[in-house]
């Protein structure tokens, strides 16, 4: 668990700056894709309207949204009304995994300092140091308990697992955001992308990949550490689907119903992987749709398959970055993860301080050879904490 006052705010370096704020700022969000696409499943822009009643005139006491009237508890109005601090809470699904929980644990110091430009935030994080749907719906709940939450982020980690959390808080009229997976709760924005759309992302980059490199592939699998969960069931729909729409006589060794498992875990992965290729050797294209990009990468060289066999995955990581440059991954698909976390602090300022409810803007970024550097850039950032 990570907690931070209005006073303790990071600062961050030219690379975090130059790298990540660029595509913040075009619309004036904290944390953006560089979209105006709204995939929102529960209120956007165009959806929700926010009105005032009594006090301060910025309060937004009601908001219509798609799925009903959200009214704010009326302790909070008070506190924005008097220009208290109010209590921010971002929830993700653990800290441990890799990559994720740094990106996100940057995001969310990212998005509090934006956030605490527009109004006071008592920022707080909490996340399981492994995924445990059951310890973060209680970390949550325990911060409620104790009064401790005026405005609520929430990394659910599927569609559902959190819906029943999320309609309790906001029933409770306190707004909430939703970040980084569809879901139809009652979150007054859903600041995430659109899974299918992922995955014909990932499949026209492969088609844009074939075509620069003179190739003409037939054979492709799909692979996830999470298969049967709907943010992969998406990806792997969306991937074949547009694979085939391209590649009429392409052949699916695994697909959406039979992927193969890779798991998260590096050494299981790497074992999953290399198997799986010793038993199919002719695959060309192996998608993945987590971030193990880099242990298939490994399994290809180490079963002989370099210039043979090539991978596409999701969400850079240094080793997959790696992999691109070695001519083992052909792209891998950027989630984006820090703006999501990024996400709340500002939307949570936005919303008590003037009623607007920051649009979802995400979409996937393909991260190709040529982007590369600038990516490098930015995770080493990250990563190290700079600022």
């Known amino acids: 668990m990570h907690r931070r006052s209005r006073t303790g705010c990071p600062r961050y370096g030219r690379p975090m700056v130059a790298l990540l704020l660029a595509g ?56 924005v009304e008097n220009e208290e601090p109010i209590n921010y809470l971002f929830s993700f699904e653990a800290s441990g995994i890799p990559g994720f929980g740094e990106q996100f644990t940057a995001g969310f110091e990212f998005g509090c300092a934006e956030g605490e430009k527009i109004y006071p935030l008592n920022c707080e994080v909490v996340a399981p140091v492994q995924p445990n749907i059951n310890q ?6 325990a911060k409620l308990a104790a009064g401790q939450v005026d405005c609520l982020s929430i990394q659910p980690p599927t569609d559902t697992a959190v819906n029943a959390l999320i309609n309790e808080v906001s029933a409770k009229g306190i707004p909430v955001f939703a970040v980084g997976e569809e879901n139809s709760a009652n979150s007054l924005m859903n600041f995430t992308q659109h899974h299918e759309k992922e995955g014909e992302v990932a499949a026209e980059t492969v088609v844009e990949w074939m075509q620069e490199n003179g190739k003409e592939f037939t054979t492709f699998a ?15 729909k969306g991937f074949e689907k547009k694979i085939l729409e391209e590649i009429p006589d392409a052949k699916f060794v695994t697909t959406q119903k039979n992927a193969t ?27 993945n749709t987590d971030i ?47 703006d999501q976390a990024a996400y709340g602090g500002k939307a949570c ?25 600038a990516e490098r850039e930015s995770l080493e950032a990250i990563e190290s904490g700079e600022g």
Request: hydrophobic share 40%; glycine share 12%; proline share 7%.
């Open 292 to 338: 193990s990009g880099e242990v298939i990468n490994k399994a290809i060289a180490d079963s002989g398959g370099k210039g043979k066999t090539f991978s596409i995955a999701w969400n850079p990581t240094m080793g997959q970055l790696e992999g691109i440059e070695n001519g083992y991954q052909i792209a891998t698909v950027d989630q984006r993860w820090f």
């Open 222 to 236: 799909i692979s996830s550490g999470l298969p049967t969960l709907g943010w992969a069931q998406g990806r792997m």
């Open 349 to 373: 300022a936005t919303f008590l301080k003037t009623g607007k409810i920051l649009p979802n803007t995400q979409k996937p970024e393909p991260i190709t050879l040529a982007k590369v550097p």
């Open 136 to 141: 973060q719906i209680s970390q949550v709940q």
């Open 261 to 287: 498992e890779v798991p998260l875990e590096p050494a299981p992965g790497y074992d999953a992987a290399k198997a799986f290729l010793a038993a199919n050797p002719d695959v060309e294209v192996f998608m």
């Open 24 to 79: 913040l700022l075009v619309l004036g969000v904290a944390a953006c894709g560089g979209s105006s696409d709204s995939t929102s499943s529960s209120g956007s822009s165009s959806e929700t309207e926010a009105s005032t009643g009594g006090g301060a005139t910025n309060v937004p006491h009601t908001v219509n949204a798609s799925w009903g009237t959200f009214e704010l508890a009326p302790e909070i109005a008070q506190k």
